[in-house]
């Protein structure tokens, strides 16, 4: 059975700066893409960032770009997402991802998720 599981999340002024960490058990994590997600309230959940296997393949979405890094570390079946000079806007309900449909592109398509952790932005 597959599990992920998010930690990292919590409050932070704008400008600021946040680490999520993804744990992932079950499979082999080093053959699968993973990528991150965030759901604001009352908002659709939307892509952030996406990583390829071997972690050689990379993609944002715009509105982190610059901003965010995501990396992985497949000897500790590890996922992470550095978030830096956070905005208000950033703050949502982060998850992460595996195995998407659409391995092309990395954004849609995910069979796995996390339960999500929540980063809050204040202004």
């Known amino acids: 059975q597959v599990q992920l599981v998010e930690s990292g999340g919590g409050l932070v002024q704008a400008g600021g700066s946040l680490r999520l960490s993804c744990i992932v058990s079950?499979?082999?994590?080093?053959?699968?893409?993973m990528g991150w997600f965030r759901q604001a309230p009352g908002k659709e959940r939307e892509f952030v960032a996406a990583i390829s296997g071997g972690g050689v393949r990379t993609q944002y979405a715009d509105s982190v770009k610059g901003r965010f890094t995501i990396s992985r570390d497949n000897a500790k079946n590890t996922l992470y997402l550095q978030m830096n000079s956070l905005r208000p806007e950033d703050t949502a309900v982060y998850y992460c991802?595996?195995?998407?449909?659409?391995?092309?592109?990395?954004?849609?398509?995910?069979?796995?998720w996390g339960q999500g952790t929540q980063v809050t932005v204040s202004s």
């Open positions: 079950g499979r082999t994590f080093g053959r699968y893409i």
């Open positions: 991802s595996s195995n998407p449909a659409d391995t092309a592109t990395m954004t849609s398509g995910y069979a796995y």
